[in-house]
């Protein structure tokens, strides 16, 4: 009998302490438009276009004028691809865009001219004739001697003109690239970051330097000035450990620099603090609640004076637990998503 008792008291101690809790959470508007928005401007067409996201509920609504159908579909694609998006509405009207046709390389041909050739006349042979000598010698026979010469005088070959090279057109320069338009991030922004170094109570210090990166982008009108994705640094401002009966553990840090378009730019924000539990309550309700459930197990086996002896062990073996312990830690995990907003606005160049 008394065995099924102390069944039942510890089977009691531990309905007491366990609990659960379920959390519903419904599609994030403000992340479906940002991861929108970042892959929009990340299509070399589609980032020139003017196009508005709106997301409630899941449901994406597309506005604006495209160049032809397949930005539409491209766009529409991207959409309907976002992380959370139940159902994509698209109103883009298509627009013939203004196309610039790059005026056309003319090669100058010079025509060729070539001046009649006149061929000299030839030479006639000058034919020179002797005359015949008649010698007459005594008791002789006349003898005749005819001698002819014909010389004839070489033919030159005719002159030949050079015909003149073709020379192409220069090719014009290319315009140059158009210069960056300064854009401002007013103060009161919110700048969302994830971290990509972990941050723990007990280990780190502060100034220690935490490397992160934005988890939405930063937008400015109809214009992406920084990707998700983009460089960041936090920094520890504040680090604080609880101790063994007493104290809290707590971190504080800041966002100090952003990198846009490979160009880190200081920031200043507001304070992020993340706290732990009071190590004080935390001492009391372990001790307390070592008491409870000793004279509960004590009142069952030894009824009124086990009771008294059973809180007293209880609350003792609770205060050696604590003292055995630290406090709880605080710590800020990889890929954890912090909100900062801005304490003075940012120039950049775009």
């Known amino acids: 009998m008394r065995g099924a008792r102390i069944l039942v008291a510890v089977g009691l101690g531990a309905v007491l302490v366990l609990s659960a809790c379920q959390n519903m959470v419904g599609p994030d508007d403000k992340a479906i438009v940002a991861e929108i928005q970042s892959k929009l401007f990340q299509d070399s067409a589609l980032k020139t276009r003017s196009i508005t996201v709106n997301s409630q509920k899941g449901v994406v609504v597309l506005n604006g004028a495209v160049g032809s159908d397949a930005e539409k579909a491209s766009a529409e694609d991207i959409a309907n691809k976002a992380s959370g998006v139940k159902q994509v509405i698209d109103q883009l009207t298509v627009s013939a865009a203004s196309e610039q046709a790059a005026p056309p390389t003319e090669t100058a ?3 060729t001219t070539e001046p009649p050739v006149t061929a000299p006349e030839a030479m006639r042979p000058a034919v020179a004739k002797r005359k015949r000598h008649e010698i007459s010698a005594p008791r002789a026979k006349a003898s005749t001697s005819g001698v002819s010469e014909a010389t004839a005088a070489p033919t030159p070959s005719p002159a030949t003109t050079p015909t003149p090279t073709a020379e192409a ?9 158009p210069k960056p338009q300064p854009v401002t991030i007013e103060a009161g922004a919110v700048l ?25 982008p930063i937008v400015v009108g109809d214009k992406v000035v920084a990707p998700r994705g983009a460089n960041a640094r936090v920094r520890l401002v504040h680090s604080a450990s609880a101790g063994h009966m007493e104290g809290r553990s707590e971190l504080a840090v800041q966002l100090i620099s952003v990198e846009i378009n490979g160009q880190p730019y200081t920031v200043d924000s507001n304070i992020y603090r993340k706290a732990g539990a009071s190590r004080g309550t935390n001492t009391a309700e372990k001790v307390g609640g070592g008491a409870v459930v000793g004279a509960l197990i004590g009142g069952l086996i030894g009824h009124g004076k086990g009771a008294a002896i059973g809180a007293g062990v209880g609350a003792g073996s609770g205060a050696a637990v604590q003292r055995a312990t630290k406090g709880q830690q605080v710590q800020i995990p990889t890929e954890s998503k912090i909100d900062f907003t801005l304490q003075s606005p940012i120039t950049v160049n775009y």
């Open 109 to 111: 041909t010079a025509a």
């Open 169 to 177: 057109a220069p090719t014009p320069a290319p315009p140059p690239p």
């Open 192 to 216: 969302t970051v994830q971290m990509i170094d972990p941050i723990d109570s007990l280990k780190n210090k502060p100034g220690e330097e935490f490397a992160a990166s934005l988890f939405s």
